[in-house]
C-alpha cells in the first residue's frame, strides 16, 4: 500500500528512542507514521499533509505539548485532528484540565502500555476512517447535486432556445434559467456593436427577492471596451473567466457599486457563432466562490449553442425580408408573373395575372399552367417541348420574349409576350422551377388585319412553343 493510500499518525518526541518505541509499537501496513522531534517540527508536516491522529509529548524543549497544541488547534486545516499527549509523569486535575483546554483528547503513560497504546489509536483511526468515509459520499452527493444542476441548466436554455423567437424574447429567460439552476443571483447579456466596437447591454436578469437597483441602473448605461472590466475580458480572450471576489479584481471598472450591492464572485462565457464572438454573458453571487472548470465547460458549450440561436434568427430574418420585398414586387407588378414548378404546376400568380387572365389565385395554384392558359389545340406540344426541355436543360428562348397567344377564363384568345426564366434552386436534376413572366399583349398596329391575325395565331404559338421546347 502507498503511502499516500495509508492513514497518516504524527508522532511528536524530543526523545529518538520513545519515537522508535512508538514506532514499533504502531507498526501497520495500515498507518504510515511521520516522526517529528519537536513542536515545530511537527507544525512544519501539519502544513504539508493530514493526519488522522498526533501522539504528542507533553514535555519538549522550546516548544512544550501544550503550546504545540494550541497552536494546532488555531490553524483551520488541523485543528478537528485528534491528540494524545504523551507523558511519563501521573497528571493531577489541573494538568489534566490544561491538557484537554489545549486540545487533547486523552492521555497516554510512558512507558507505554503496548495493548491500551494499540487501543486508543485504533479508536481514533476507525473514527478518521468513518469521517472520510461520510465526507466521500457527501462529496460525491454534492459532485452528483452539482452534475444535476448543470445538466438542469443545460436543458433549461436549450428549452428556451426551442421555444423563442427572437433574442429579445430568449434573453431574459436564459439568465433565468441559469441562475435558477446553478443559484447565482443575478446575470447580464453583453452583445458586440460592431460598428463602435464596443460591447453594448442587451439584457439584465436577477432574482425577485433581490435589491440591486443601483447595479443594474449602471449595467444598463455601461458600455465595455475590448479587454475592459469581466466582458471585455472575455472578449479579448474569446474564453470563459472566472473572479472568486471582484473587490480583489484589478480590472473591474463596477467594483464599488458591485460591493455596495453585496456582490463577490463573477464568471462569464462568450457567446459564439462560428468563428466570431458575438457576445457575453456574465454572472453575479452574494458568495465567495472558487472556480469551478465543470461550468465553464458547460458554458462555453452553452455558449455556442446561443450564438447558433442568434445567427439562425438573423438568417431567417434576412429570408423574411427577401421574401417580403419579392411579394411586394410581385403584388406591385403591373406585367404577368407566373411561376410554375418542374411539373408545370402553378405555385405563383400575382395579381395582375388575376386580371389578365380570369382567374383567382387561389383557384390555379397547383394546377398545371397548360390548363390554364395555353389554348387546347397547342396544351400536348407544350407537355411534350417542357418534358423534353427537363430532360436535357435546352431552351433556346431562355431570358428572350417571344410573341404567343394566351387564353383567358372565358375561353377568349389573345395575344402575350412570353420571357421564360429558369430560377436556380435545389432540386432533381434538370427540374429546376421555372418563372414565366406575361407582360400584357401589344396592341396590333392595324385592327384591319386582326382576322388575319387570328388565323395565324395556333402557327406562330406553334413555331414558337417548338423553339422554346424542341423535342428533338
Known amino acids: 500500500m502507498n503511502p499516500q493510500e495509508k492513514i497518516n499518525i504524527l508522532l511528536v518526541d524530543d526523545h529518538p528512542q520513545n519515537l522508535l518505541s512508538l514506532e514499533a509499537l504502531l ?3 495500515d498507518y504510515h507514521l511521520v516522526k517529528a522531534h519537536s513542536g515545530k517540527e511537527a507544525l512544519k508536516h501539519l502544513l504539508k499533509e493530514d493526519f488522522a491522529l498526533i501522539l504528542l509529548d507533553v514535555r519538549m524543549p522550546d516548544l512544550d505539548g501544550l503550546e504545540t497544541a494550541k497552536l494546532i488547534k488555531q490553524r483551520e486545516q488541523s485543528k478537528y485532528i485528534p491528540i494524545i499527549f504523551l507523558t511519563a509523569l501521573q497528571q493531577d486535575e489541573q494538568q489534566l484540565f490544561e491538557g484537554y483546554s489545549a486540545g487533547a483528547v486523552d492521555y497516554v503513560l510512558k512507558p507505554f502500555n503496548p495493548l491500551i497504546l494499540r487501543s486508543k489509536v485504533s479508536v481514533f483511526v ?3 476512517k468513518k469521517n472520510r468515509k461520510l465526507l466521500q459520499e457527501q462529496k460525491e452527493r454534492l459532485n452528483v447535486e452539482a452534475a444535476r444542476r448543470r445538466l438542469s441548466a443545460q436543458y433549461a436554455v436549450t428549452r428556451v432556445l426551442a421555444e423563442s423567437t427572437t433574442l429579445n424574447q430568449a434573453a431574459p429567460k436564459i439568465i433565468q434559467a441559469i441562475c435558477d439552476s446553478l443559484t447565482w443571483e443575478l446575470g ?3 452583445l458586440v456593436d460592431k460598428e463602435r466596437y464596443r460591447l453594448r447591454y442587451v439584457e439584465i436578469w436577477h432574482k425577485p427577492s433581490e435589491t440591486l ?3 443594474e441602473a449602471v449595467c444598463r448605461k455601461k458600455t465595455f471596451l475590448v479587454g475592459e472590466g469581466l466582458p471585455g475580458r472575455i472578449w479579448a480572450n474569446g474564453e470563459p473567466a472566472w473572479i472568486s471576489d471582484v473587490a480583489e479584481d484589478a480590472n473591474f471598472p463596477r467594483e464599488g457599486i458591485a460591493i455596495d450591492e453585496g456582490l463577490h464572485a463573477a464568471f462569464g462565457f ?6 466570431d464572438l458575438l457576445g457575453v454573458i456574465e454572472f453575479f453571487s452574494h458568495e465567495i466562490r472558487e472556480p469551478d472548470a465543470d461550468v465553464l ?41 407566373i411561376t410554375m414548378d418542374h411539373q408545370g404546376r402553378v405555385i405563383e400568380f400575382n395579381p395582375a395575372s388575376e386580371r389578365t387572365f380570369g382567374f383567382r389565385r387561389d383557384e390555379v395554384v397547383g394546377k398545371e399552367m397548360a390548363e390554364l392558359i395555353i389554348p387546347p389545340a397547342l396544351r400536348e406540344k407544350y407537355r411534350e417541348g417542357l418534358a423534353h426541355y427537363l430532360a436535357t436543360e435546352i431552351g433556346p428562348i431562355l431570358g428572350k420574349r417571344v410573341e404567343m397567344i394566351a387564353i383567358r377564363a372565358d375561353g377568349t384568345e389573345f395575344p402575350v409576350e412570353l420571357a421564360v426564366t429558369r430560377i436556380p434552386l435545389d432540386g432533381p436534376p434538370c427540374s429546376p422551377a421555372i418563372c414565366a413572366i406575361l407582360p400584357n399583349g401589344r396592341k396590333r398596329k392595324n385592327p384591319s388585319n386582326s382576322g388575319r391575325s387570328k388565323r395565324k395565331k395556333p402557327a406562330v404559338l406553334n413555331h414558337n412553343l417548338s423553339r422554346t421546347f424542341p423535342t428533338n
Request: hydrophobic share 40%; proline share 3%.
Open 270 to 275: 462568450p457567446i459564439r457563432g462560428g468563428t
Open 27 to 29: 507498526d501497520s501496513p
Open 213 to 215: 437597483a443601483a447595479f
Open 188 to 190: 447580464v447579456i453583453w
Open 297 to 337: 465547460q458547460l458554458m462555453a458549450s452553452i455558449g455556442s449553442s446561443i450564438g447558433q440561436f442568434i445567427e439562425r434568427k438573423q438568417a431567417e430574418r434576412a429570408v423574411q425580408e427577401s421574401e417580403a420585398r419579392k411579394t411586394a414586387i410581385l403584388e406591385s407588378a403591373l406585367d404577368c408573373i
Open 126 to 128: 476507525d473514527l478518521y
